[in-house]
Nanobody
Framework: VQLQASGGGLVQVGGSLRLSCSASGRSLNRIFMGWFRQTPAKEREFVAA????????YYADSIEGRFTISRDNAKSQAYLQLNNLEPEDTASYYC????????????????WGQGTQVTVSS
């Protein structure tokens, strides 16, 4: 599976962004698409994931309802809507994929896209 992330940018505190992840190359049946983020000072951390077939969603507790993950089956794209952004959300955001089961651990994911930078200014 090839993944292409986009949609990052510079936004003020309280603003919103929508990240997109385009998938290609293999069937998305039974795939789990995840979003992770990383800063130079921190390890890569789980943000959200979606089970493609059943449209199930999973979130990190730290998101506190501010982010929403979704997918468009026809476009083979997953989205991460970021609302009420805080400076602590500044990071490179990565989309990733694995098959069959959900996981919040980065090392369980087999496919990764390049990062897209989100910067929240105060």
């Amino acid at each position: 599976v090839q993944l292409q992330a986009s949609g990052g940018g510079l936004v003020q505190v309280g603003g919103s962004l929508r990240l997109s992840c385009s998938a290609s190359g293999r069937s998305l049946n039974r795939i789990f698409m995840g979003w992770f983020r990383q800063t130079p000072a921190k390890e890569r951390e789980f943000v959200a994931a979606i089970g493609w077939s059943e449209n199930s969603t999973y979130y990190a507790d730290s998101i506190e309802g501010r982010f929403t993950i979704s997918r468009d089956n026809a476009k083979s794209q997953a989205y991460l809507q970021l609302n009420n952004l805080e400076p602590e959300d500044t990071a490179s955001y990565y989309c990733a994929a694995r098959y069959r089961r959900f996981s919040s651990e980065p090392f369980d994911y087999d496919y990764w896209g390049q990062g897209t930078q989100v910067t929240v200014s105060s």
